[in-house]
C-alpha cells in the first residue's frame, strides 16, 4: 500500500498526548480525522469539473496511521458493480475479479486511495493542522466529561473561585489533571456557612449531577455536604 510520510510521527502524537493531556489513542483518533479533512481539502482542490462533494460525500473514506513507518494512507470502502458511475463510490467488477475471481456485484472492497507525496499539498496540510486543534479539543471535552461523569455520587474537593448571582462556582479536580468548574447553587448552600465561601477556600463537596452547558461543554451541579475544611 501506498503512505504518505510523516517524519517524527510518534514523537508527535507524545508531544500532543503531553500538552493535551490526553492518552496516545485519543491524540491518534484526533489526527486521523484531522488527516481525513485534510484529504478532502486536497480532493475539493483539484475536483473533477461539475462534482459537487457534500457533507456525506466522504464517508466512506478513512485514515489509517502507520506508526511503525511514520505516515498514513487513505483508504475507500468501495461498492462493486458491473458498470461504474462515481470512482469514488464504486469500482468496476471486471477490475475486481482480476485479483478476486470469486468477487460479485452488490460487494464491497477496500481501496487504497493515498495520494501522492507531492500532491498532498500546502493548503491540505493547513486544513489538517487547523482541524486538529479542534479535534484535540474535543477529544478533551469527551474524556473530561466523561471522568467527570464517572465521579457522580462522590465527595471530592472544590476551591472557591467566586459567586455568580447567588450561585458558587468552585474549580474541582478529577484527580487525573482534569479540571473543571462546578455550580453550588444557592438552594444547596449552607446558609450557616457562607461567610465562609470566599475565593480560595476548599470545600468538601458531593457531586451531585452531571450535565452540559448550552455551549456543549461541560457543567457540574455539585452539593456540598461538609463543613469547610481550612
Known amino acids: 500500500m501506498s503512505l504518505l510520510k510523516l ?3 510518534g514523537e508527535y502524537i ?3 498526548s503531553d500538552k493535551w493531556n490526553l492518552p496516545k489513542h485519543a491524540v491518534q483518533t484526533a489526527l486521523q480525522e484531522a488527516l481525513l479533512k485534510g484529504y478532502e481539502r486536497y480532493r475539493k482542490t483539484y475536483r473533477p469539473e461539475g462534482s459537487d462533494f457534500d457533507e456525506q460525500y466522504f464517508s466512506n473514506f478513512e485514515v489509517e496511521v ?3 513507518s511514520e505516515g498514513f494512507r487513505v483508504l475507500a470502502t ?5 458498470d461504474v458511475t462515481n470512482e469514488d463510490l ?3 467488477l471486471a477490475a475486481v475479479q482480476e485479483v478476486a475471481p470469486e468477487a460479485q456485484a452488490g460487494g464491497t472492497v477496500v481501496v487504497d486511495v493515498t495520494p501522492e507525496q507531492g500532491d498532498f499539498g500546502r493548503m491540505a496540510a493547513m486544513q489538517t493542522k487547523q482541524v486538529l486543534t479542534q479535534k484535540l479539543r474535543d477529544q478533551q471535552r469527551r ?3 466523561e471522568e467527570f461523569q464517572a465521579l457522580e455520587g462522590s465527595v471530592i474537593l472544590g476551591k472557591v473561585l467566586r459567586f455568580e448571582r447567588s450561585s458558587l462556582i468552585l474549580e474541582i479536580d478529577n484527580g487525573y489533571g482534569q479540571i473543571a468548574e462546578a455550580e453550588l447553587p444557592r438552594r444547596e448552600q449552607m446558609l450557616s456557612e457562607v461567610s465562609h ?3 480560595g477556600v476548599t470545600l468538601k463537596v458531593y457531586l451531585k449531577k452531571f450535565t452540559k452547558d448550552r455551549d456543549g461543554g461541560p457543567n457540574w451541579w455539585c452539593r456540598e455536604r461538609m463543613r469547610p475544611w481550612w
Open 14 to 16: 507524545l508531544e500532543m
Open 78 to 82: 468501495k461498492t462493486i458493480v458491473e
Open 7 to 9: 517524519p517524527g510521527l
Open 90 to 92: 464504486e469500482i468496476a
Open 66 to 68: 502507520d506508526l511503525e
Open 143 to 145: 474524556l473530561t466529561q
Open 197 to 199: 465561601y470566599k475565593p
